[in-house]
């Protein structure tokens, strides 16, 4: 599952209530992976405000284009910056989702 920032984090205090500390002097809950039914759930910078998205990797493959996989085009000299040059990888992909049922999103979520 990956959400916001905060949503992520409204989670991980609702958990606090339900997880006894026993360090006293850290204060460490000692969550290594923040789950929900085995699941694991992370936060990404560019999650749109409000939603959550529940992905099933099982369903999800990419599919690699070999006429523009990992090829590097010819060194380019960088203006202004002698001796120094640039070349860019090209690496053409697709996502191919063979159930999309599977994944969902839900929206609205609010916090506090």
């Not at 809950?29 to 789950?35: C, D, G, K, R």
């Not at 759930?41 to 749109?48: D, E, N, S, T, Y």
């Not at 860019?88 to 989702?97: G, L, N, R």
């Amino acid at each position: 599952m990956i959400t916001t920032q905060d949503i992520f984090e409204a989670y991980e205090d609702e958990l606090l209530d339900y997880k006894r500390i026993v360090n006293q002097t850290l204060a460490d809950a000692s969550f290594e992976h923040i789950v929900y039914k085995g699941r694991p759930i992370m936060w990404a910078r560019l999650c749109p405000s409000g939603n959550m998205y529940f992905i099933n990797p099982r369903y999800l493959y990419v599919v690699i284009d070999p006429d523009y996989f990992m090829d590097m085009t010819e060194w380019k000299a960088i203006p202004d910056q002698v001796n120094d040059r640039v070349a860019q990888i090209i690496c053409t992909t697709q996502m191919i989702v063979t159930r999309p049922i599977a994944q969902m999103v839900m929206s609205g979520i609010t916090v506090g």
